[in-house]
């Protein structure tokens, strides 16, 4: 595939959002400003690996003929760093064709998590915990930036449901992955004749919604103000600062009460309950153009599942791409970046699919 004639859309594309963002006007809407600034961030971003393996292939040309030449130590010199050569032009290619395939604008954007647990009893509790603390490891890793919103410790140990912000570069290309019903095998601590257990925990993951793309009418909400539960500190459990907030339209509800403030409180529970209804809009126009869309998270049963944590075999296998790894405590630390990146490289392959196939459609 010549990629020359779309690395110059992509050129064209970025210098026309120089010149929007360039324009005071842009900025009387908001939502758009937004938009528009995030795309040029990330075009900026594509014009520089562009040019990075324009650079990177021509240092490679120049290698293979210099390892052709009569100059047996030059040729020597040349032929060792072509490996390396090569395995760049391959990721910077990867990530020129990742930025020509159409993309959802909500990948920019910062995110919500939700973990709760599942079948499985104490151990589905557990295993949100080991999500959590891996994902929030993982976030560190990144130099993301997590807030706890929302936590429901369960009885014995780990979390009957936890919900966090994540906020970062890219933050929700890559989550999105999680969103669905993870299950863990393994023998549980409170096992005493060494059986494996099945249990599970579900993972929603949410794009942030900013006040421009889901209007919430004042009317429209039941706000309580009620005493924080759970094993908050003291002050967290001896003032009213807990909020639900109902939307009485859609039935949605959203309970915030970690904070020791009220307001803050209030704004973390609206942020959630905004992020649901703009993740439901959202859901909606998509369901226009696929029909057969899957459902973000289903019951939260044992075979339902999109990701397999095996302790006993050290396996992780994700069964939407059918990879396997086999360092699980590695990965339960938050070493997910390799995920991340097969998940990635299967989803920009069936992209580049569909986009070459739109010629013979038309």
Same mark, same amino acid.
């Given at each position: 595939? @010549?990629?020359?004639? &779309?690395?110059?859309?992509?050129?064209? /594309?970025?210098?026309?959002?120089?010149?929007?963002?360039?324009?005071?006007?842009?900025?009387?809407?908001?939502?758009?400003?937004? $938009?528009?600034?995030?795309? &040029?961030? /990330?075009? !900026?971003?594509?014009?520089?690996?562009? *040019?990075?393996?324009?650079?990177?292939?021509?240092?490679?040309?120049?290698?293979?003929?210099?390892?052709?030449? #009569?100059?047996?130590?030059m040729a020597a010199l040349a032929l060792?760093?072509?490996?390396?050569?090569?395995?760049?032009?391959?990721?910077?290619?990867?990530?020129?064709?990742?930025?020509?395939? +159409?993309? @959802?604008?909500?990948?920019?954007?910062?995110?919500?998590?939700?973990?709760?647990?599942?079948?499985?009893?104490?151990?589905?509790?557990?295993? #949100?915990?080991?999500?959590?603390?891996?994902?929030?490891?993982?976030?560190?890793?990144?130099?993301?930036?997590? *807030?706890?919103?929302?936590?429901?410790?369960?009885?014995?140990?780990?979390?009957? *449901?936890?919900?966090?912000?994540?906020?970062?570069?890219?933050?929700?290309?890559?989550?999105?992955?999680?969103?669905?019903? &993870?299950?863990?095998?393994?023998?549980?601590?409170?096992?005493?004749?060494? /059986?494996?257990?099945?249990?599970?925990?579900?993972?929603?993951?949410?794009?942030?919604? *900013?006040?421009?793309?889901?209007?919430?009418?004042? $009317?429209?909400?039941?706000?309580?103000?009620?005493?924080?539960?759970?094993?908050?500190?003291?002050?967290?459990?001896?003032?009213?600062?807990?909020?639900?907030?109902?939307?009485?339209?859609?039935?949605?509800?959203?309970?915030?009460?970690d904070a020791r403030s009220q307001i !803050?409180?209030?704004?973390?529970?609206?942020?959630?309950?905004?992020?649901?209804?703009?993740?439901?809009?959202?859901?909606?126009? @998509? #369901?226009?153009?696929?029909?057969?869309?899957?459902?973000?998270?289903?019951?939260? $049963?044992?075979?339902?599942?999109?990701?397999?944590?095996?302790?006993?075999q050290n396996r992780i296998t994700d069964?939407?791409?059918?990879?396997?790894?086999?360092?699980?405590?590695?990965?339960? @630390?938050?070493?997910?970046?390799?995920?991340?990146?097969?998940?990635?490289?299967?989803?920009?392959?069936?992209?580049?699919?569909?986009?070459?196939?739109? +010629?013979?459609?038309?």
């Amino acid at each position: 595939m @010549d990629l020359a004639p &779309h690395i110059q859309k992509i050129r064209d /594309r970025f210098k026309s959002l120089e010149d929007t963002l360039s324009e005071p006007d842009i900025y009387n809407d908001p939502r758009k400003a937004n $938009e528009v600034t995030r795309e &040029h961030s /990330r075009m !900026k971003q594509s014009v520089q690996d562009a *040019e990075a393996l324009e650079k990177t292939e021509r240092q490679l040309r120049e290698n293979q003929e210099l390892a052709k030449g #009569a100059d047996a130590e030059m040729a020597a010199l040349a032929l060792e760093e072509i490996p390396a050569l090569e395995k760049e032009t391959e990721r910077l290619r990867t990530r020129v064709l990742d930025a020509i395939v +159409p993309h @959802d604008p909500a990948e920019s954007r910062d995110t919500i998590i939700e973990i709760r647990a599942g079948a499985g009893g104490d151990e589905a509790a557990i295993f #949100a915990g080991d999500l959590l603390r891996m994902y929030l490891r993982y976030a560190e890793r990144t130099g993301w930036k997590t *807030e706890i919103l929302d936590a429901s410790p369960a009885e014995f140990a780990g979390y009957k *449901e936890v919900v966090f912000t994540v906020t970062g570069t890219n933050v929700f290309q890559k989550m999105r992955f999680e969103s669905g019903v &993870h299950r863990v095998q393994r023998v549980p601590a409170t096992e005493a004749q060494g /059986r494996i257990h099945t249990s599970t925990a579900t993972v929603a993951v949410l794009p942030k919604a *900013e006040e421009v793309d889901v209007v919430i009418k004042p $009317e429209d909400l039941e706000i309580n103000v009620k005493r924080a539960g759970g094993h908050g500190g003291q002050g967290v459990n001896t003032t009213d600062s807990a909020v639900q907030i109902i939307h009485k339209p859609t039935g949605l509800i959203v309970v915030c009460q970690d904070a020791r403030s009220q307001i !803050k409180n209030r704004a973390s529970a609206m942020s959630v309950l905004r992020a649901r209804l703009y993740e439901r809009k959202k859901n909606e126009e @998509d #369901a226009k153009y696929a029909a057969h869309r899957r459902s973000q998270v289903g019951t939260g $049963e044992r075979n339902e599942k999109m990701r397999t944590y095996n302790y006993p075999q050290n396996r992780i296998t994700d069964h939407r791409i059918n990879f396997t790894v086999y360092s699980l405590e590695l990965f339960m @630390d938050g070493d997910i970046e390799e995920m991340f990146e097969m998940l990635l490289k299967n989803e920009l392959q069936e992209k580049l699919h569909a986009l070459l196939q739109e +010629p013979e459609q038309k």
